[in-house]
């Protein structure tokens, strides 16, 4: 149990793990056409080698993200990652966007095609939310998501998010051309406790 990030009821947010399993997991579903359609669309095919590279598993790495795998009832069913926004200064000027100081940012997808539309995502932005506001001390939690993916916004919004300024070219691209996206913030609740 000491990779769980945090849980709530049968809902398991897990540290990725060193291993094949969770490589393989990784490759194919980043490799389906629902993940792909919104995750890096233009990238090649995702490998093992590109999972272990991407995601710092192996080797020392300065990258502040926390890679995880989202469980229910022990079965994998999703990615999630999360990172304070103080991190990527440099990401955030090349596309104009502020964020509050303090915040943090997380990407998700349901890699189980069979597991999309039951409310998985939501869940999981509220309780991993719920989690850096008490044990990180967030100020925010922000994520950047495509402006025509009304059905990520949906669940996103279900989390308590809510659409913060206007849209905005992201660095991700789509058939070559820099994808228009929006920024979700949820403000941290009032009498939050900061478990730091």
Known sequence: M???????GDLVIRR???QADDYARMVAWR?????REWWDPDDPPLTVDGVIDELGLRGSTDDPTTSCIIEIAGEPVGFVQF???DAEEEYLATIGVRVPDGSWGLDIF????GRTGQGIGSRTVRVLS???????GATAVALITEATNLRAQAAYARAGMRVSGAPFEDTDVRDG???ESILMIRD???GTADGR
């Open 2 to 8: 000491q990779d769980v990030i945090t849980a709530d």
């Open 16 to 18: 990725i793990r060193d």
């Open 31 to 35: 490799n389906s056409p629902h993940v």
């Open 83 to 85: 990172y304070p926004w």
């Open 110 to 113: 349901i890699g189980a095609s």
């Open 130 to 136: 719920d989690h850096l506001f008490a044990e990180e």
């Open 177 to 179: 051309q820099r994808v």
């Open 188 to 190: 941290r609740p009032a």
